[in-house]
């Protein structure tokens, strides 16, 4: 499955942004879907996670700001990002659960000035 997300960009302090994964294959409907976060020289986080009925899980750190979606019968997942953080800044990416090594996709730079 290609993933490709988008929507990020450069935000101060307590704005909002909102980014979309679209999927190229149906059976993303089937997946447990997940927005992960890169920032340089770190680790790549798990951010939140959605299941293909809905139910969402949040890390920490986002829980409370950010709110996860999806639209099965689009092949579409969202992040809706709120009182973001400069600690947010980072680049987001889309996959599933387990991630697949071959959608990483370019992600989307999101930047957040404090």
């Known amino acids: 499955v290609q993933l490709q997300a988008s929507g990020g960009g450069l935000v101060q302090a307590g704005g909002s942004l909102r980014l979309s994964c679209a999927a190229s294959?149906?059976?993303?409907?089937?997946?447990?879907m997940a927005w992960y976060r890169q920032v340089e020289g770190k680790q790549r986080e798990l951010v939140a996670r959605?299941?293909?009925?809905?139910?969402?899980l949040y890390a920490d750190s986002v829980k409370g700001r950010f709110t996860i979606s999806r639209d099965n019968a689009k092949n579409t997942m969202s992040l809706e990002m709120n009182s973001l953080k400069p600690e947010d800044t980072g680049v987001y990416y889309c996959?599933?659960?387990?991630?697949?090594?071959?959608?990483w996709g370019q992600g989307t730079l999101v930047t957040v000035s404090s």
């Open positions: 294959s149906g059976i993303f409907s089937t997946y447990v």
């Open positions: 959605i299941t293909s009925w809905g139910y969402a």
């Open positions: 996959n599933r659960i387990p991630p697949d090594r071959h959608s």
